[in-house]
Nanobody, 115 residues
Framework: QVQLVESGGGLVQPGGSLRLSCAVSGSIFSFYAMGWYRQAPGKQRELVARITNDGSTVYADSMKDRFTISRGNAKNMVYLHMNSLKPEDTAVYYC?????????WGQGTQVTVSS
């Protein structure tokens, strides 16, 4: 059974930083791509960042200068480093993986940016 488990969310002040972690059962290289999405209240889920097996990355325009997606040295971890956080970054952040068998999602982790 494929499982993705996010952690690292919380309350942070504007301008602060957080690192989200996604632990995957098995190897992340069994996925074509791993990504982070977010969903704010009343809004659709949107792509934050994605990394493919060859290391190529894609970012949403509003986040590409502040967020970085990376893979851990352990082959079952994906991270999202978030800097210069803004109140509009407040959302539930979800880890996502793409396999031949379909899309897989974690349960999400809440990020709240507020003073």
């Amino acid at each position: 059974q494929v499982q993705l488990v996010e952690s690292g969310g919380g309350l942070v002040q504007p301008g602060g930083s957080l690192r989200l972690s996604c632990a995957v059962s098995g190897s992340i290289f069994s996925f074509y791509a791993m990504g982070w999405y977010r969903q704010a209240p009343g809004k659709q889920r949107e792509l934050v960042a994605r990394i493919t097996n060859d290391g190529s990355t894609v970012y949403a325009d509003s986040m590409k200068d502040r967020f970085t997606i990376s893979r851990g040295n352990a082959k079952n971890m994906v991270y999202l480093h978030m800097n210069s956080l803004k109140p509009e970054d407040t959302a539930v952040y979800y880890c996502n993986g793409v396999k031949t068998t379909g899309l897989y999602w974690g349960q999400g982790t809440q990020v709240t940016v507020s003073s």
